[in-house]
């Protein structure tokens, strides 16, 4: 454990151990041993230093340094405080276990190389973890721009394909309009000062223009985290990028948009309004539900995941928007009770959806199949994975005593205080929205059903998935500290929120307290009003599957009998019988139509070779980004008329705007 | 009218300054530019010499010696060599007719004049009426370049204008600071050298260093 006054110069040491680590892979870029058995685990091993460092800062003081780097007069700010020690916990541990994994799964002849793929991948996670240490726009906006496009390169790693290149391109086009967005904001925010976030936090913006500020805010991380009009590239770019890359985007990356959106919102903007409030309320809610009713009718597995991302971001969004409604109403215990509720979610949803992601990615080198269609089975083939997976599944579907019930347990049950709102229509209008978070996680519920469930549950839908074969030692290594993770958040919640709460009370200057009644029962307001055990409820669990496995030795036969299913009368069943991912998700895709623009192709009764067909688009596409790219293409084609192809001409341009500005000038 | 002989010899220099940047934007022949370029570049040397000697300011002595070995004996040479090389001694063709060319020039001259003119009044050197007459020098190359449609009349309408740049400093401030000089220096250097890579490359594409062919490069 370090001195808690060196724990940022411990996060640079680790920053710089990455970078060296990337260099590494570019001297010896085909030297796969090197890569997988040095360069990742060591990288690793600084990812848990990383979160030690972090742990250790959430409860210290806030420390601060100026990096010699960057231009002239304008240095690199770097600045840990709870809220960037909180993300960067989240970064290192998540990363711990990604890396691990990815050290097992990059292999030759995957596109990039494995030494360019160790750079990309280890400057990507530094730039993340200097964006969190940031405390000037320059240096927050220089590693933004790192952060993406060390990603693009990630994502385009198999660049030979066509489809790959787009879903790059649509990434990397969505990552800069974003990053414009965050510019400008800061360029309001820093008033007549300089760039510094001190200097911001000092300026007093007139609401006109706080506002702007925050819609600017809104929309440049916004863009980043998936949110409803700019969540397109979300599909595309993670099935598009390798599985630990997929992990590492969406379960830190995003969250670094999350925590762009909390630095802007509480920390450098002096006010809050309430109907900043309901507009993030109110985006993350149609975030969840499009990403959620979406990711139903997906057919690919990686994307089912990506939708879900989608999903998640709109939980914490919508707690954000809560955060802020009540914080501007001066209720702080209950904004206390949001953030935390926000936060916890964000650090579950980095476990569980990194967990889900490395599977998937396991499952696509055992089989080489990303449809879900061709899968089935798994779990007598690939059983570590498919146990670990549906720790992850369960997780991901809120069921206690894992971590994913215990956000939204807290975030519905902030939720139920709204009716206190000092605002007529607020107080009746919210509690819907609460309806429309639970229908969220239920359907969530339901999605995670089917994944599992075709993944890895039934018979094997294709002859040459009874090759499958188990994932390796140090891609199971690195599933295992991510399904601990899980476990571990769901189960000692109490603790947890003793980290978060140095969070909310640099942010809200309240904390939520509940340690107050002992670590094993979470009580998030008073405990006349609700509270959960999660420790009893996992031994309660236990005791019962014990009690059962007993009674089962016991008092039956004893012993374990392998025989055929049931197969209702009719012996003659193959894998084709099976309930397919288009079949389990046709009532989703019956009763949310309107959402989908759907083609669908009916085999007729007297077609020898019947061939059904569904594809299911996005409606905003058509809507919102065609009519967008048309628009782009019609003013480039009245740009297009300057360039005529003659030098002269080109140096006629020149050389009357330089006369016009000596004209002007005079 | 009594101004000091150093003066006469300048602001003499400077008008053959702009005389020779006349010449140049008339000149058909490529070999004949090339020893415009070189005169003027003599001239340049010649006046940088007496403000050095007039002024005192020993750093302007060096200017001198780097544009007269640049600019009066490298850069020439290497043209000379390049037209060889490349025989396009005989190139004669401009965009617009000579005639037009000449009345566009003497507007910019007059307009040139016209913006130095608040400058002029502001600066206290010897050199200050000349600022106009180097404005329009740099103009006029600009002018060049526009109106050839060929590769090696415009690098030498580039470095005319460089040279027009140089006289201005050292008529507005007694010349840059001796590391931008050198800067600069070595820039055409360079600039040179990538330049005659491309005419080398230009050629073999179309055979031919008309720029024109440049054209099919666009997009569609």
Redesign the interface.
């Known amino acids: 454990m370090p001195e808690s006054g060196s724990a940022l110069q411990l996060i640079l040491g680790v920053i710089l151990l990455w970078l060296a680590l990337g260099l590494a892979g570019v001297f010896f870029p085909r030297n796969l041993h090197l890569v997988s058995r040095v360069l990742f685990p060591v990288g690793a091993l600084g990812a848990l230093v990383l979160a030690t460092a972090a742990l250790d800062a959430l409860g210290g003081d806030t420390q601060s340094l100026v990096l010699p780097l960057g231009l002239p007069d304008l240095p690199f700010h770097l600045r840990l405080d709870p809220l960037s020690a909180f993300f960067l916990l989240l970064l290192g541990a998540v990363t711990a276990g990604i890396s691990v994994f990815a050290a097992g799964y990059f292999r030759k002849g995957e596109g990039t190389p494995p030494g360019l793929q160790c750079l990309y991948y280890h400057v990507f996670i530094a730039s993340m973890a200097l964006v969190l240490l940031a405390d000037d726009a320059y240096g927050f906006m220089v590693f933004w721009e790192t952060m993406a496009l060390s990603s693009y390169f990630l994502v385009t790693s198999d660049h030979a394909k066509a489809e790959i290149r787009r879903a790059g391109f649509l990434y990397l086009l969505i990552a800069h309009v974003g990053a414009i967005g965050i510019l400008l904001c800061f360029g309001l925010l820093h008033g007549t000062g300089d760039y510094t976030f001190d200097n911001m936090r000092e300026v007093q913006l007139a609401p006109f223009w706080a506002t702007i500020a925050f819609a600017l805010a809104l929309f440049g991380f916004g863009a980043k985290a998936g949110m409803l009009p700019l969540h397109v590239w979300l599909p595309e770019a993670h099935p598009a990028a390798p599985s630990p890359v997929s992990a590492l985007m969406s379960a830190v990356m995003l969250k670094t948009a999350i925590y762009g959106l909390l630095r802007v919102l509480f920390d450098l903007l002096h006010v809050q309004v309430w109907w900043w409030g309901v507009v993030i309320l109110v985006l993350g809610l149609a975030t969840a539900l499009y990403g959620v009713i979406f990711s139903a009718v997906q057919s690919d597995m990686k994307r089912l995941l990506a939708y879900s991302s989608i999903e998640n971001i709109g939980f914490i969004l919508v707690g954000v928007g809560l955060t802020v409604i009540f914080q501007s109403y001066g209720m702080r215990a209950l904004a206390a009770l949001a953030l935390t509720a926000t936060l916890y979610h964000c650090i579950n949803h980095a476990y569980f959806k990194s967990l889900l992601f490395l599977a998937t990615g396991s499952v696509l080198h055992a089989t080489h199949e990303r449809a879900l269609g061709k899968l089935g089975g798994l779990i007598h083939r690939m059983p570590w994975v498919a146990w670990l997976a549906l720790v992850g599944t369960l997780a991901i579907a809120g069921l206690p005593p894992l971590n994913g019930f215990v956000s939204e347990w807290l975030l519905l049950q902030a939720f139920l205080f709204t009716p206190n709102l000092p605002h007529p229509y607020l107080n009746m209008l919210i509690p819907v929205a609460a309806a429309a978070v639970a229908l969220a996680a239920a359907l969530a519920g339901y999605v995670m059903v089917k994944f599992y469930g075709v993944v890895f549950l039934g018979q094997p839908r294709e002859e040459r998935l009874k090759e499958a074969r188990d994932a390796g030692l140090l891609e199971r290594a690195g599933l295992v500290w991510l399904a601990a993770g899980c476990i571990a958040l769901g189960v000692a919640p109490v603790s947890v929120i003793g980290f978060i709460d140095s969070v909310t009370s640099q942010l809200l200057g309240k904390t939520l307290g509940a340690s107050a009644t002992g670590w094993m029962f979470l009580t998030p307001i008073s405990p006349a009003r609700a509270s959960y055990a999660p420790f009893l409820f996992l031994l309660v669990i236990l005791a019962v599957w014990l009690a059962t496995w007993l009674a089962v030795r016991r008092f039956y036969h004893g012993r374990v009998r392998r025989a055929p299913p049931w197969d209702c009368g009719f012996p003659a069943q193959t894998a084709r019988m099976q309930d397919t991912a288009e079949g389990f998700g046709q009532p989703i895709r019956q009763v949310f139509e309107p959402f989908f623009r759907m083609q669908r192709e009916l085999p007729t009764p007297f077609d020898a070779t019947p061939r059904y067909r569904v594809s299911v688009e996005d409606n905003l596409w058509y809507w919102l980004y065609l009519p967008l790219a048309r628009v782009t293409e019609a003013l480039t084609r009245v740009v297009?008329l300057l360039?005529?192809?003659?030098?002269?001409v080109y140096?006629?341009y020149s050389?009357v705007t330089?006369?016009i500005l000596?004209?002007f000038?005079? | 009218m009594n101004l000091p002989l150093t003066s006469q010899i300048i602001n003499l220099l400077a008008a053959i300054m702009l005389l020779l940047s006349f010449a140049m934007l008339t000149q058909r022949r490529i070999l004949s530019l090339i020893n415009l370029f070189a005169l003027q570049g003599l001239t340049l040397t010649l006046s940088t010499l007496v403000v050095a000697w007039s002024t005192g300011q020993d750093h302007l002595y060096y200017s001198a010696a780097l544009t007269f070995a640049l600019k009066v004996l490298i850069l020439p040479w290497v043209l000379h060599r390049l037209i060889r090389k490349l025989s396009v001694k005989w190139d004669v063709e401009t965009l617009i007719n000579i005639p037009t060319t000449m009345l566009v020039g003497i507007v910019l001259v007059i307009l040139a004049f016209n913006v130095a003119l608040p400058i002029s009044q502001l600066a206290g050197t010897i050199t200050k009426s000349t600022l106009g007459i180097a404005l329009a020098c740099v103009l006029l190359a600009f002018l060049t370049m526009i109106t050839r449609s060929k590769a090696v009349p415009q690098v030498i309408g580039f470095l005319a204008m460089e040279n027009g740049l140089f006289f201005a400093a050292t008529s507005a401030t007694y010349g840059m600071p001796m590391v931008v000089e050198f800067g600069i220096a070595l820039d055409v250097m360079v600039g040179m050298v990538i330049l005659g890579v491309f005419f080398f490359q230009i050629r073999e594409r179309f055979d031919s260093l008309d720029i024109r062919h440049l054209e099919k490069l666009k997009e569609e």
């Open positions: 297009t360039q005529r192809g003659r030098i002269s140096l006629m050389f330089l006369l000596l004209l000038v005079r």
